[in-house]
């Protein structure tokens, strides 16, 4: 269970949910401890190029950035440093960030 495994069944689940992700890799876009609104995607039209997303790759769960979409429902991840996560399907995009606050 990583900490994000509460949320991701809620999402799944079709409810809204807020949380405080730790770290610096979204320095500019969300602050180490700001809370975060993410609500659930049910569509690939729902993620775009910038939106920022609760996504796993590789067994890691962050709360990232869409750089980049190929094709119907792929999409490269990356933080707001600079670093590339690599490519996720739809179906590991948990769901969208609507909402930051302090």
């Known amino acids: 269970m990583n900490w994000a495994t509460a949320h991701i069944e809620r999402l799944k689940r079709g409810e809204t949910v807020q949380f405080r992700p730790r770290g610096g890799s979204m320095t ?39 750089k980049a979409t190929e094709g119907h429902g792929q999409y490269q991840i990356g933080n707001n440093r600079g670093r590339i996560n690599g490519w996720a399907p739809f179906a590991a995009i948990h769901g969208k960030v609507t909402a930051v606050e302090a």
Not at 38 to 58: A, K
Request: no cysteine; hydrophobic share 45%; charged share 25%.
């Open 28 to 66: 500019g876009r969300i602050e180490d401890g700001q809370l975060v609104t993410v609500e659930p995607v049910r569509v690939h039209d729902d993620v775009g190029v910038d939106d920022i997303v609760l996504v796993t790759i590789g067994g890691w769960t962050y709360v990232h950035l869409v």
